[in-house]
């Protein structure tokens, strides 16, 4: 299994509408893992970190399957600002660093 | 002290040439990284620093490439010899040294290789 796995898309959704992807990861023993967002030809930012709780911000809800080892962002309400790639982050085979996915790109239609 | 920084954020360079990117992290980070992507690809990890020690490098970093963190602050990636396939964005981070929070990333140096 990859490292790290995610749906490259691109999803294009209508305005207001609920999308959400799903990054799977190998490392079984990860305790940290994050959602970044990359705007086209900008840097990767921070958009949350995935708690094992799950956890809720605004109109984003990340959340983490330890069983099936996948993590997912949900995005409600999307915007046309909302319009990005969405990279998932998570600790690599060793623990030491973090892996980038690919990212999946969204796109947000008027 | 904002961010991360990088310069120059754009280089074109003819192949075979040598170039060197600068990176100031945010200053209580003690560590610092390096990544390249290119296009529709997410980062790529490439070394990383501890204060001044070098603790890690991918195999992507082939002997063309070389980083310093001479004082433990400002980092420096060189790569001589440049080839077609060095073009990318190459981007730096910096976090905490515990090591478990996210990556902050400067805005990137773009290299383009002719």
């Known amino acids: 299994r990859k490292e790290v796995e995610q749906d490259p898309g691109p999803f294009n959704v209508p305005e207001g509408a609920t999308v959400a992807f799903n990054c799977t990861y190998s490392n079984s023993a990860s305790q940290s893992f994050f959602w970044y967002r990359q705007d086209c030809r900008k840097e990767p930012k921070l958009l949350m970190s995935v708690y094992s709780s799950g956890n809720e911000d605004g109109r984003f809800t990340a959340q983490l399957n330890r069983a099936s080892q996948y993590i997912s962002l949900l995005i409600r309400d999307s915007k046309l600002s909302d319009s990005a790639t969405y990279l998932c982050v998570v600790p690599d085979n060793y623990g030491q660093n973090f892996v980038f996915g690919p990212g999946t790109r969204l796109s947000v239609l008027p | 002290d904002t961010g991360v920084s990088q310069d120059p954020r754009h280089k074109i360079t003819k192949r075979g040439q040598n170039v060197t990117f600068r990176c100031d992290p945010i200053s209580e980070h003690n560590r610092l990284y390096w990544y390249r992507q290119t296009l529709g690809q997410g980062p790529e990890f490439l070394t990383y620093?501890?204060?001044?020690?070098?603790?890690?490098k991918s195999r992507l970093l082939s002997d063309r490439f070389s980083a310093e963190r001479p004082k433990g602050s400002f980092s420096t990636l060189e790569i001589q010899r440049t080839e077609q396939g060095d073009s990318a964005m190459y981007l730096c981070?910096?976090?905490?040294?515990?090591?478990?929070?996210?990556?902050?990333f400067g805005s990137g140096t773009r290299l383009t290789v002719v």
């Open positions: 981070a910096s976090r905490t040294a515990a090591g478990t929070g996210a990556d902050t």
């Open positions: 620093f501890q204060n001044e020690a070098q603790l890690e």
